[in-house]
């Protein structure tokens, strides 16, 4: 009897570990990339160093945009049964005054009508999802199992392997630990194609970057319980009397706090009481009033725990049997929740690039290399908007200069004036064009230097505030400068190059 080819490649994947794809790394994107080439009729070997589930701070919010693309990989029910919160947009707060920013309304053909100026106030509106990154990616994982393309693998990857006569890489070596004798022994896996998506700490990522990630922060990260958030379904950005800070629900009961803590800052040092004196003294009492008891609860709990907020902008690669991406190549701020977003768009393309039809053979070096140029370049048209405007908000949210407390003040009126379906479009990962980032960016500009030349103009003595007209213009000029040297750096790196 002839063995079904489904069943032959399983065999060839748990004998002989050879397949179509290796993929190091079952966390977000490891395990949207293997699902989808699976999905495609791809032999996959997915290798994960810990299977249990894990417990991070981080890659808690999905965006419309990403949950839009989870949806295209066939995998949208994993946000289900596992108590996810409907996210409905954001509640900025800035030095106590809030303004609501919902995801914006679409039209029948997915476009956002008002992505130049205003808001909609009828139509259908796409909603983000929030919950517990651990239960999340168990959900990814048990898809992966269940799919009669992939095996699933627990054992630490330690190194690529290459050919004798070439820089080829045919695979990987792994240790794998015996789970009765905890002995750790040798093993192989061989594929066309090895996928490194080994997470913000990668240790493959120095095989095709001498590019290092750039941490000027810290999320430090409570877990409230039962807090009373003042717009309960909305993420809540709260700027403006100490740096940012992040509230947003993760289970029926569970609320995420996120308090940026810059590196070096006094508040913060050692000798004047560490972390928890800036937590206890300085962010806590810029939280809503309701929140504040929650938050020193879940402080005096003892669970405090932190994670790097790193920059990394994305490198060419030339992929000769390897190609490192997720977390592992690209980072931004978390400060806009994009990561999730960015990773399942990533997988989207790379099967659209990948597919069968496009590159039957994974071991034909020039047509993978040909798809990972143009996978470089399409991103972008996402991954421009989202990473951009992560660095940049950060930059204006956690503003200690004049010229960017001016930008900061010009973004919240920007908002309060209800301009908010573009912004809040390209924050959910909806909108892909990167000339509407430029066009709010600088109308957020020229409203922040408006409101402090008026400011400046009518701070008197009296009448008389009008001579301050010219400093007034050459502190317009000042703040401009400053805009342009905050985004179009981000935007060529991010964009152009």
């Not at 009518?458 to 040297?485: H, R, W, Y």
Request: aromatic letters at 8%.
């Amino acid at each position: 009897m002839a063995t079904d080819p489904v069943e032959a490649r399983r065999l060839q994947r748990e004998t002989y570990h050879e397949a179509d794809v290796v993929v190091v790394g079952a966390g977000i994107f490891g395990c949207a990339a293997a699902y989808a080439l699976a999905e495609q009729g791809r032999s996959v070997l997915l290798l994960e160093r810990w299977m249990h589930e894990p417990d991070r701070i981080v890659g808690e919010l999905l965006q419309p945009g990403g949950i839009q693309a989870l949806k295209k990989l066939g995998l949208g029910h994993c946000v289900d049964n596992i108590d996810s919160i409907t996210c409905r947009g954001y509640n900025v707060i800035y030095q106590g005054t809030e303004v609501l920013i919902p995801y914006p309304t679409m039209d029948d053909d997915g476009g956002v009508p008002y992505q130049w100026s205003g808001s909609g106030k009828e139509g259908k509106r796409e909603i983000g999802k929030g919950f517990h990154h651990g239960r999340f990616v168990m959900q990814l994982r048990r898809a992966c199992l269940a799919h009669g393309n992939i095996t699933v693998r627990e054992t630490e990857v330690v190194k690529t392997v290459r050919g004798e006569h070439s820089d080829h890489i045919l695979g990987v070596e792994t240790r794998t630990t015996d789970p009765d004798t905890r002995e750790k022994t040798s093993d192989y896996f061989f594929g066309q194609l090895t996928i490194i998506a080994d997470g913000y700490d990668s240790k493959f990522r120095k095989e095709v970057t001498s590019t290092k990630p750039v941490a000027r922060s810290k999320f430090y990260a409570l877990e409230l319980k039962d807090a009373a958030l003042p717009a309960p379904g909305f993420g809540h950005v709260i700027i403006g009397n100490s740096f940012p800070i992040l509230l947003y629900q993760i289970g029926t009961h569970e609320t995420r706090a996120l308090f940026d803590v810059p590196h070096g800052i006094p508040e913060a040092a050692p000798a004047a009481g560490g972390v928890k004196n800036y937590l206890v003294n300085h962010a806590i009492p810029a939280l809503p009033e309701a929140v504040r008891p929650t938050a020193l609860a879940a402080l005096e709990s003892g669970k405090l725990r932190s994670m790097p907020n790193s920059w990394l902008p994305p490198t060419h690669q030339v992929p000769r049997g390897m190609v490192v991406l997720g977390d592992a190549i690209n980072m931004r701020h978390p400060l806009t929740g994009a990561g999730m977003t960015v990773a399942f768009n990533d997988a989207v393309l790379l099967a659209e690039l990948l597919h069968p039809d496009r590159v039957p053979s994974l071991g034909d070096d020039a047509a993978v290399q040909a798809a990972m140029h143009a996978l470089y370049w399409r991103r972008k048209n996402y991954t421009s908007i989202l990473n951009v405007l992560a660095q940049a908000l950060y930059a204006l949210f956690a503003a200690n200069d004049p010229q960017l407390h001016a930008l900061r003040m010009g973004c919240f009126e920007y908002f309060r004036r209800g301009i908010t379906d573009g912004p809040c479009g390209m924050l959910g990962g909806i909108i892909h064009r990167p000339i509407v980032l430029a066009y709010h960016f600088f109308s957020v500009a020229f409203v922040g230097i408006w409101m402090h030349f008026m400011e400046t103009i009518t701070s008197g003595p009296g009448p008389l505030g009008i001579l301050k007209a010219p400093l007034a213009m050459i502190d317009a000029v000042l703040i401009l400068a400053k805009a342009c040297v905050v985004f179009l750096p981000l935007i060529w790196r991010e964009g152009f190059r």
